[in-house]
Structures are given as C-alpha cells and as structure tokens.
C-alpha cells in the first residue's frame, strides 16, 4: 500500500499522532500489554494483516515471546472465529520467517 501521505497528508499525521501521541503514551498499561491487546484486537478484525505484521513486529519488539504471540492470535478463534485465528497464524507466521525465535541457553 502506498503511504497514506501520498493522498492524505493529514490522515498520515493523524495516524502516527493520535494513537502513537495520545493513545500509547498513558500511564495505564505498559508497552507489552498494549501490544497485546493490539495484537488480539488486529487478529479479531480478520482483515488488517498489514497492520497485524506491524504490531506482531512491535510484540517481538517489546519483549513478546512467538510462543506468548501464537496464543493471543489462538485465543481469538474463540471469540472472532477460526478463519480470523488462521489469518492472524499466517501473518505470524511470515513475521516469524525473518525474526527468528531466540535461542534458549543450555543448562550448565
């Protein structure tokens, strides 16, 4: 997709301002959960995989584990369907093909 600022300059700042500035900023919830709660809500829409990548990129970002992103993303097929699960394990799946799990450190 082209930058929305290709067509609607203030739509793009809207965009970074609103959520980014006003939204992610409160004191409320840390970064974590607000990617949780980002993630389940992306997934429950079914159709905003751009945007799921993003915020599964930003979980990955903040400290989320794939195993803790697969179970947010599975949780959804309760409440918003299998097919909107599915898509959310795809999208996952191909944030996961470039961003490896860490690797664990043996026992001594």
Partial sequence: M????DIAPDFATYLIEF???DIYSRPGLDLRAREIATIA???AMGNAAPQLKVHIEAG???????DEIIEIIMQMAVYAGFPAALNGLSVAKEVFAHRPAPQQESAP
């Fill in 60 to 66: 990955l970002n903040v400290g989320l584990s794939h």
């Fill in 19 to 21: 959520p980014f500035g």
């Fill in 2 to 5: 082209a930058s929305p600022a």
């Fill in 41 to 43: 809500a992306l997934t």
